[in-house]
């Protein structure tokens, strides 16, 4: 069983930078697979990233390639979501998702999720 607590979502300015992070509490963080989410009302919930329990695999949302970085400490149990120059459309709530199967982009595939954490990107 993992239990994962999203945090650092927030109300930004466009351009600015913001890093989620996802504290995971259970055993054997580092055979699950990570992964980020996001999902607006009447919105289907879609990919944003995710990476193997290594950290050597990472794998990306084609149209969000260049602003978003994901990364993991599995000494620490908590994997992270870097999203650079933050722009309206990536306003939504960012949810954490773990799977013990390898990187997919499916939702269907994970098998524990977060709570989410709102980011709202706004002037």
């Known amino acids: 069983q993992v239990q994962l607590v999203e945090s650092g979502g927030g109300f930004v300015q466009p351009g600015v930078s913001l890093r989620l992070s996802c504290a995971a509490s259970?055993?054997?963080?580092?055979?699950?697979?990570m992964a980020w989410f996001r999902q607006n009302p009447g919105s289907e919930r879609e990919f944003v990233s995710s990476?193997?329990?290594?950290?050597?695999?990472?794998d990306y949302a084609e149209a969000l390639k260049g602003r978003f970085t994901i990364s993991r400490d599995n000494a620490n149990n908590t994997a992270y979501l870097r999203v650079n120059t933050l722009e309206p459309d990536d306003t939504g709530v960012y949810y954490c998702?773990?799977?013990?199967?390898?990187?997919?982009?499916?939702?269907?595939?994970?098998?524990?999720w977060g709570q989410g954490t709102r980011v709202t990107v706004s002037s």
């Open positions: 990476i193997s329990g290594s950290g050597d695999t990472m």
């Open positions: 259970g055993r054997a963080f580092s055979t699950y697979t």
């Open positions: 998702a773990a799977s013990r199967w390898g990187n997919n982009r499916d939702k269907n595939y994970y098998h524990y």
